[in-house]
């Protein structure tokens, strides 16, 4: 499910089986880093929907959260939006290509996944990658849903 109004109406009558909420977390750089931040951008969101895809039903694919720097203000935007959604959803969970965030631990679950150029790969190469890393955030999640 994903943030739109079909999907909030799903959401609403089913929500006793969806509990974990995916919220892609994007730097947004146009300086020295802009290809950098776009590519990392790019496959976390591709990542972000196929485990959506694969995982309908169960998770809810929230929309990005941009940010320009990893500050103060952006971690307690981020503790103020991981608040607000706990009340709907047990499992909060940000994913994200940017390195800088592998430290985190106040924010909740924090997957951080190496981002891969995608722009000169074929189709199936691409395929087989974006399914690679989603099976290995699929056992991070059974993990974490183990836990409850």
């Not at 750089?29 to 976390?44: D, L, W």
């Not at 969970?93 to 430290?103: G, K, P, Q």
């Not at 150029?117 to 849903?145: C, F, G, M, Y």
């Amino acid at each position: 499910m994903r943030w739109r109004i079909t999907d909030a109406k799903d959401y609403l009558q089913a929500k006793d089986y969806i509990d974990t909420a995916v919220i892609p977390l994007i730097n947004i750089r146009v300086n020295n880093h802009f290809k950098m931040a776009a590519e990392k951008g790019e496959f976390t969101q591709l990542l972000s929907e196929e485990l959506e895809r694969q995982l309908k039903g169960r998770v809810y694919l929230l929309p990005p959260y941009t940010y320009v720097d990893r500050n103060e203000i952006t971690v307690q935007g981020l503790k103020d939006l991981r608040e607000e959604l706990i009340t709907e959803f047990p499992h909060v969970v940000l994913l994200t290509s940017d390195e800088s965030w592998r430290a985190e631990d106040a924010l909740g679950k924090m997957i951080v996944t190496s981002s891969v150029p995608l722009e000169h790969l074929n189709d199936s190469l691409k395929r087989k990658i974006l399914d690679e890393r989603t099976a290995e955030i699929l056992n991070v999640l059974l993990q974490l849903w183990s836990t409850l």
